[in-house]
């Protein structure tokens, strides 16, 4: 019957249990997995390496607890070679087992490190470990994964900088969440290599290095949240180039310097949230005196706050007048103390 089952969705059904059940190993012609949403506790077995035909894995939202075995590394290990392209969006020619592209454990109470064994999972899109108790340093093996769309490790307890490297071969990525959790270093300079991140969430961290200008390059950027950390430096000039970019987030850091001028070329941005010290062109009354400390701020209530006090002139000032006037109002008026 095990070798029978090529489908086994039974999500969200309430299901309590144990999922350490070695015989899950013997379901060898299983291609979806998926027992999300449900009450499941226990570890997860490492027989699970045995399911050679597997191409998705989905057990987010239970109470799974343990170590993630280094045995999920060898799931779909009989899938076809590299060479053959399989993937969510290049479809595997008749005949061709799709390969493993999608593994999620977000959301359980998994714990120990992520190993790195699942750098061996080449043809994955989605990595999703979110919300769980992982530890240690990010495995730079894990910069195996070419052809990783969706990256989430967020709201965990892992720590040390983002190896070198991690970055470097995954040009098909999509959304980086790696905020809530107590990684150190910065943002590596081979970023600028993904031009199709939508989203680069490392916010509520403990970066603690310059933002790279390479940030600059990455041209199909929409939303970056770098707030919460310690990151000192400037702004990068190269956020100018982020023409896309509609959400930018700043704040709680130990930047030094002004808004880049540049950043009035970013006509679709909605909200920038920086801290007080980022605004000196933004003086009322008197040369070089701040505008209150409310805490984060939005265009709208930059740009009405540089209205006030348009008439005051210093010899230093860029032009903001410019900068501001040439952004879309934010359609909702925010300032967070």
């Given at each position: 019957f095990a070798g029978r089952v090529t489908s086994l969705n039974l999500r969200r059904n309430g299901l309590k249990g144990n999922l350490t059940i070695p015989e899950l190993g013997d379901l060898g012609n299983l291609t979806y997995l998926d027992l999300s949403w449900n009450e499941i506790g226990g570890e997860i077995p490492t027989q699970i390496g045995r399911i050679a035909n597997v191409q998705v894995v989905n057990l987010a939202h239970n109470s799974i607890v343990g170590v993630l075995p280094s045995e999920l590394g060898n799931l779909n290990s009989n899938g076809p070679p590299d060479t053959t392209g399989c993937g969510i969006d290049d479809p595997c020619p008749a005949g061709v087992q799709l390969k493993m592209y999608d593994l999620n454990?977000?959301?359980?109470?998994?714990?120990?490190?992520?190993?790195?064994?699942?750098?061996?999972?080449?043809?994955?899109?989605?990595?999703?470990?979110?919300?769980?108790?992982?530890?240690?340093?990010?495995?730079?093996?894990?910069?195996?994964?070419?052809?990783?769309?969706?990256?989430?490790?967020?709201?965990?307890?892992?720590?040390?900088?983002?190896?070198?490297?991690?970055?470097a071969n995954m040009t098909e990525l999509r959304y980086i969440m790696f905020q809530e959790n107590a990684l150190t270093g910065g943002v590596p300079t081979e970023v600028g290599r993904l031009v199709n991140v939508n989203s680069l969430y490392m916010h509520s961290n403990?970066?603690?290095?310059?933002?790279?200008?390479?940030?600059?390059?990455?041209?199909?950027?929409?939303?970056?949240?770098?707030?919460?950390?310690?990151?000192?430096?400037?702004?990068?000039?190269?956020?100018?180039?982020?023409?896309?970019?509609?959400?930018?987030?700043?704040?709680?850091?130990?930047?030094?310097?002004?808004?880049?001028?540049?950043?009035?070329?970013?006509t679709n941005l909605k909200d920038l949230y920086v801290q007080n010290e980022h605004l000196t062109p933004l003086r009322q009354r008197y040369c070089r005196q701040r505008i209150p400390n409310v805490g984060k701020y939005n265009w709208r209530v930059v740009r009405e706050e540089y209205q006030q006090m348009t008439s005051v002139m210093c010899p230093d000032m860029h032009d903001v007048d410019f900068t501001f006037n040439s952004l879309q109002a934010s359609a909702s008026y925010e300032a967070a103390s």
């Open positions: 454990v977000g959301h359980n109470s998994l714990s120990g490190s992520i190993p790195s064994q699942l750098g061996q999972l080449s043809h994955l899109k989605i990595l999703d470990m979110t919300n769980n108790n992982l530890t240690s340093s990010i495995p730079v093996e894990l910069g195996g994964l070419e052809r990783l769309q969706v990256f989430y490790l967020r709201q965990n307890q892992l720590d040390g900088s983002l190896p070198t490297g991690l970055f403990k970066l603690d290095a310059s933002i790279p200008e390479e940030l600059g390059d990455m041209e199909n950027l929409r939303d970056v949240r770098l707030n919460d950390n310690m990151i000192p430096g400037p702004i990068p000039e190269s956020i100018g180039k982020l023409f896309k970019l509609r959400y930018l987030d700043f704040y709680n850091n130990q930047m030094v310097g002004d808004i880049p001028a540049g950043i009035k070329n970013l």
